[in-house]
């Protein structure tokens, strides 16, 4: 039978309960447990499909198509497992089933209410995962903060579960802010101890208290939290800031957080943690041999976590190259003819993100441009893709009006078209192409190069694509579909075989990437950025020698 561990906050949001949720989870599963994670989102929205980024940061799409919240991003990326859609559910989705289910006559006459009927479906969907023994252990992820009015059904249904389930089946981890004030030189606890006592007020009580602190907490400190929290002292973990979110596993691993848990789960049979793997990247992570500079071309730049998933991306491929990838945001808005050199100047590498909308489109299509004329790495995702076919086709096939119809209905060279089966769709929410579909790619190509094979599967979220009434004057200008859907011949990479590395994928490889699984075309650009980068520096030395 699986076990359950519920994951709280306290105090402030943005905490990290989804980085100590993985931690935990990777190392059980390094001590030889299966383990995985979900996350209970308490707003209203069905799915983050229809969040403005800036609101909540990406939004992160599994195999199975389904929206969902980025800290399934780092589930996967910690793990090295797939999650789906029963890992990720909101508030709306759970009201969105009640509902269903009162309009079908289901409930027979009575009164749905919150108690028992929304947290009944909430109790439901949290044991989900563990009705078919996969797992040994579920990690849930309550999202917000206690104390929340719309988090109060969720915590409720824990205490529920708390009170149900047998006591070495489930136990509840609260994660809190130990702020330092640097005017008195002091860490103040109180704040920790009024979360735990608004959590302990709605019947549920937390085995282990994770301390989010800058500064180390002494042995006082932890008798005291232990004293007013009540719990044990061993059961109060420091979590001191880390230079990355992959050291956090080790810094647990040192608290024994993990070993505490299988204490109070009564779990006896497990093995020495082994995460030589994990060490050996952070190791390359940590003592790079060089530097490379990539420019990140994007409409939401000012929000680190609208592209969590393209910065870890670029995290595992900079490990695996043995460097340090400084990435510089670029406004695509500021671009022009005349100032691209400038902006884009030091470069090693451009990277054209996915996005909706037609904000700073123009200023991307000259940063392509100028990558594709100088030489310099370029890759392109989902729009970036796009932006990379419509700058070939304007000033390489001579279409000087060639447009996406997202941007330019009116276009008369659409090289960028809806697809036919979202013609006929009027709801935005869950309606994309989302999800993993087949890519088949051709001989001999760059990305048969990069991923070592021709037949392989990515995850998708767009509604536009590439025109196939122009595939063949593409081709015939240098420009190839280097990968195809097999089945709709729906154009997914596109290439330019002249070019050093000039690489376009209407899919998100950077879903996929993990700390021992990374992405191969992240893996490959910034190899190429690095060879730039080299050449660059040697041409840079032969000059200023002849100077002498």
Same mark, same amino acid.
């Given at each position: 039978? /699986?076990?359950?561990?519920?994951?709280?906050?306290?105090?402030? %949001?943005?905490?990290?309960?989804?980085?100590?949720? /993985?931690?935990?989870?990777?190392?059980?599963?390094?001590?030889?447990?299966?383990?995985?994670?979900?996350?209970?989102?308490?707003?209203?929205?069905?799915?983050?499909?229809?969040?403005?980024?800036?609101?909540?940061?990406?939004?992160?799409?599994?195999?199975?198509?389904?929206?969902? !919240?980025?800290?399934?991003?780092?589930?996967?990326?910690?793990?090295?497992?797939?999650?789906?859609?029963?890992?990720?559910?909101?508030?709306?989705? *759970? +009201?969105?089933?009640? *509902?269903?289910?009162?309009?079908?006559?289901?409930?027979?006459?009575?009164?749905?209410?919150?108690?028992?009927?929304?947290?009944?479906?909430?109790?439901?969907?949290?044991?989900?995962?563990?009705? $078919?023994?996969?797992?040994? *252990?579920?990690?849930?992820?309550?999202?917000?903060?206690?104390?929340?009015?719309?988090?109060?059904?969720?915590?409720?249904?824990?205490?529920?579960?708390?009170?149900?389930?047998?006591?070495? !089946?489930?136990?509840?981890?609260?994660?809190?802010?130990?702020?330092?004030?640097?005017?008195?030189?002091?860490?103040?606890?109180?704040?920790?101890?009024?979360?735990?006592?608004?959590?302990?007020?709605?019947?549920?009580?937390?085995?282990?208290?994770?301390?989010?602190?800058? =500064?180390?907490?002494?042995? !006082?400190?932890?008798?005291?939290?232990?004293?007013?929290?009540?719990?044990?002292?061993?059961?109060?973990?420091?979590?001191?800031?880390?230079?990355?979110?992959?050291?956090?596993?080790?810094?647990?691993?040192?608290?024994?957080?993990?070993?505490?848990?299988?204490?109070?789960?009564?779990?006896?049979?497990?093995?020495?943690?082994?995460? $030589?793997?994990?060490?050996?990247?952070?190791?390359?992570?940590? +003592?790079?041999?060089?530097?490379?500079?990539?420019?990140?071309?994007?409409? +939401?730049?000012?929000?680190?976590?609208?592209?969590?998933?393209?910065?870890?991306?670029?995290?595992?491929?900079?490990?695996?190259?043995?460097?340090?990838?400084?990435?510089?945001?670029?406004?695509?808005? +500021?671009?022009?003819?005349?100032?691209?050199?400038?902006?884009?100047?030091?470069?090693?590498?451009?990277?054209?993100?996915?996005?909706?909308?037609?904000?700073?489109?123009?200023?991307?299509?000259?940063?392509?441009?100028?990558?594709?004329?100088?030489?310099?790495?370029?890759?392109?995702?989902?729009?970036?893709?796009?932006? /990379?076919?419509?700058?070939?086709?304007? @000033?390489?096939?001579?279409? %000087? !009006?060639?447009?996406?119809?997202?941007?330019?209905?009116?276009?008369? @060279?659409?090289?960028? @078209?809806?697809?036919?089966?979202?013609?006929?769709?009027?709801?935005?929410?869950?309606?994309?192409?989302?999800?993993?579909?087949?890519?088949?790619?051709?001989?001999?190509?760059?990305?048969?190069?990069?991923?070592?094979?021709?037949?392989?599967?990515?995850?998708?979220?767009?509604?536009?694509?590439?025109? @196939?009434?122009?595939?063949?004057?593409?081709?015939?200008?240098?420009?190839?579909?280097?990968?195809?859907?097999?089945?709709?011949?729906?154009?997914?990479?596109?290439?330019?075989?002249?070019?050093?590395?000039?690489?376009?994928?209407?899919?998100?490889?950077?879903?996929?990437?993990?700390?021992?699984?990374?992405?191969?075309?992240?893996?490959?650009?910034?190899? /190429?950025?690095?060879?730039?980068? =080299?050449?660059?520096?040697?041409?840079?030395?032969? %000059?200023?020698?002849?100077?002498?």
């Amino acid at each position: 039978m /699986a076990k359950y561990i519920f994951v709280t906050g306290g105090v402030t %949001s943005s905490l990290g309960k989804g980085i100590i949720a /993985a931690s935990l989870a990777k190392l059980l599963q390094a001590r030889g447990l299966t383990a995985t994670i979900q996350k209970f989102d308490p707003y209203i929205n069905v799915d983050p499909g229809t969040l403005n980024p800036y609101e909540h940061g990406e939004c992160y799409v599994t195999e199975d198509g389904a929206e969902t !919240d980025l800290d399934l991003g780092h589930y996967e990326r910690f793990l090295n497992i797939y999650t789906s859609q029963a890992n990720n559910v909101t508030t709306g989705r *759970i +009201y969105q089933t009640v *509902i269903n289910k009162e309009r079908a006559g289901d409930f027979l006459g009575k009164t749905v209410q919150v108690v028992p009927h929304i947290t009944d479906e909430i109790k439901r969907r949290m044991l989900l995962l563990g009705e $078919d023994n996969k797992f040994d *252990i579920i990690i849930t992820e309550i999202g917000g903060t206690v104390g929340d009015i719309e988090s109060l059904p969720f915590i409720e249904a824990v205490r529920q579960l708390q009170w149900e389930l047998p006591d070495e !089946d489930v136990m509840v981890v609260h994660l809190t802010l130990i702020p330092y004030l640097r005017a008195a030189k002091e860490l103040k606890t109180k704040p920790t101890q009024h979360s735990v006592k608004m959590l302990s007020e709605t019947g549920v009580h937390p085995d282990i208290i994770v301390c989010r602190t800058e =500064e180390p907490l002494n042995d !006082d400190i932890k008798r005291k939290i232990a004293l007013f929290c009540n719990v044990k002292t061993e059961a109060v973990i420091e979590a001191m800031d880390a230079s990355t979110i992959y050291e956090v596993p080790l810094l647990m691993l040192r608290e024994k957080l993990d070993l505490i848990c299988l204490k109070k789960l009564n779990i006896t049979q497990f093995s020495e943690p082994n995460l $030589d793997k994990w060490k050996g990247f952070l190791d390359k992570l940590k +003592y790079p041999k060089s530097k490379v500079t990539v420019g990140l071309i994007g409409k +939401y730049i000012e929000l680190q976590d609208a592209y969590k998933s393209i910065l870890e991306s670029f995290v595992h491929a900079g490990a695996m190259n043995e460097v340090k990838v400084q990435v510089v945001n670029v406004h695509s808005e +500021y671009i022009t003819p005349e100032n691209v050199a400038e902006k884009l100047e030091g470069l090693d590498g451009l990277l054209v993100a996915p996005g909706f909308g037609h904000r700073g489109i123009e200023g991307k299509i000259v940063a392509v441009q100028y990558a594709r004329e100088k030489g310099l790495p370029f890759f392109g995702i989902c729009l970036g893709m796009q932006m /990379a076919v419509i700058e070939f086709a304007r @000033n390489i096939l001579g279409l %000087s !009006d060639a447009h996406s119809t997202e941007m330019d209905t009116s276009t008369s @060279n659409a090289v960028i @078209n809806m697809m036919e089966e979202q013609k006929k769709i009027k709801m935005m929410g869950g309606t994309m192409r989302l999800g993993a579909y087949p890519c088949e790619i051709k001989p001999g190509s760059l990305a048969q190069k990069i991923y070592g094979e021709t037949n392989i599967t990515e995850r998708h979220r767009h509604r536009y694509e590439f025109n @196939n009434d122009y595939f063949d004057q593409f081709e015939s200008n240098g420009m190839i579909a280097s990968g195809r859907n097999p089945e709709t011949g729906l154009v997914e990479i596109m290439e330019i075989p002249v070019h050093p590395f000039f690489i376009g994928v209407q899919y998100h490889p950077e879903l996929k990437s993990t700390v021992e699984k990374p992405a191969p075309l992240f893996v490959h650009f910034i190899g /190429a950025a690095k060879k730039y980068n =080299e050449q660059r520096s040697a041409i840079k030395k032969t %000059s200023l020698q002849g100077e002498k």
